[in-house]
């Protein structure tokens, strides 16, 4: 059909065209992984499947810590917060769901290069934690790290996360999971309408804009009713 379709000019035609040969070799994929799991019984690396004809970027994300673990698609986005939940810097992962810890670098170089120096404090869960992670925030001078150890850990660790400055980083870090929640639902960030991975970038950076300006009409807010109310 798409060579029948290569005689005429029609700008309809030429995008129709245009589509189906874009989409012959994604359905041909679409066939033959089904071939190979189903047919054959052969067990395919989640690179190397395909989930979408119309958006094939989207990714095979495992969420979950325990059975059942929750299986969504899409892309796996990165935040960096600061103060009054302000998100100062996202990230769209657009191949594969690597581990936590390897997102935490630029995230954190990124933090330096917007405000001119590394942040006072850092948090994360525990999925966050690598050795080579904490080498490198104090490296960059950040002053509290509070990254908890996973697995085993020495009395001297034990010691270094129950510091009063560490469980008060364990508490912003509890309401960053709240407030990322919140950016899910309020802006609508389930579900991205636009098409391919740069709208779904696109997507992300709206929803982070709004919820940015959220938080800040919120202060603006707060500070406004507070000073009426001392001259009152």
């Given at each position: 059909?798409?060579?029948?379709?290569?005689?005429?000019?029609?700008?309809?035609?030429?995008?129709?065209?245009?589509?189906?040969?874009?989409?012959?070799?994604?359905?041909?994929?679409a066939?033959?992984?089904?071939?190979?799991r189903?047919?054959e019984?052969?067990?395919?690396?989640?690179?190397?499947?395909?989930?979408?004809l119309?958006?094939?970027?989207?990714?095979?994300?495992?969420?979950?810590?325990?059975?059942?673990r929750?299986?969504?698609?899409g892309?796996?986005?990165?935040?960096g917060?600061?103060?009054?939940?302000?998100v100062?810097?996202?990230?769209?992962?657009?191949?594969?769901?690597?581990?936590?810890?390897?997102?935490?670098?630029?995230?954190?170089?990124?933090?330096g290069?917007?405000?001119?120096?590394?942040?006072?404090?850092l948090?994360?869960?525990?999925?966050?934690f690598?050795?080579?992670?904490?080498?490198?925030?104090?490296?960059?001078?950040?002053?509290?790290?509070?990254l908890?150890?996973?697995?085993?850990?020495?009395?001297?660790?034990?010691?270094?996360?129950?510091?009063?400055w560490?469980?008060?980083?364990?508490?912003?870090?509890?309401?960053?999971?709240?407030?990322?929640?919140?950016l899910?639902?309020?802006?609508?960030?389930?579900?991205?309408?636009?098409?391919?991975?740069?709208?779904?970038?696109?997507?992300?950076?709206?929803?982070?804009?709004?919820a940015?300006?959220?938080?800040m009409?919120?202060?603006?807010h707060?500070?406004?009713?507070?000073?009426?109310?001392?001259?009152n």
């Amino acid at each position: 059909m798409a060579d029948a379709l290569a005689e005429h000019t029609l700008a309809a035609v030429v995008r129709l065209r245009a589509q189906l040969l874009a989409f012959i070799p994604l359905v041909s994929q679409a066939i033959e992984q089904v071939v190979q799991r189903v047919l054959e019984g052969k067990t395919l690396s989640a690179a190397d499947k395909i989930v979408s004809l119309c958006e094939p970027h989207t990714q095979i994300i495992r969420r979950g810590k325990a059975p059942p673990r929750d299986t969504e698609f899409g892309h796996k986005v990165n935040y960096g917060e600061v103060e009054h939940g302000l998100v100062s810097e996202w990230q769209v992962v657009p191949q594969g769901n690597p581990p936590d810890a390897q997102l935490l670098p630029p995230i954190l170089r990124a933090h330096g290069k917007l405000f001119g120096h590394a942040p006072r404090m850092l948090a994360g869960d525990r999925g966050v934690f690598s050795p080579d992670n904490e080498d490198l925030a104090r490296q960059l001078g950040v002053a509290q790290i509070v990254l908890p150890q996973r697995g085993y850990r020495t009395a001297e660790r034990r010691a270094y996360e129950k510091q009063r400055w560490f469980k008060n980083g364990l508490r912003f870090r509890t309401g960053i999971e709240g407030r990322i929640s919140v950016l899910r639902r309020t802006v609508q960030l389930r579900r991205c309408p636009y098409r391919g991975l740069d709208g779904f970038e696109r997507w992300v950076g709206w929803g982070v804009l709004v919820a940015n300006l959220t938080v800040m009409g919120r202060i603006y807010h707060k500070r406004h009713t507070r000073k009426r109310t001392r001259k009152n």
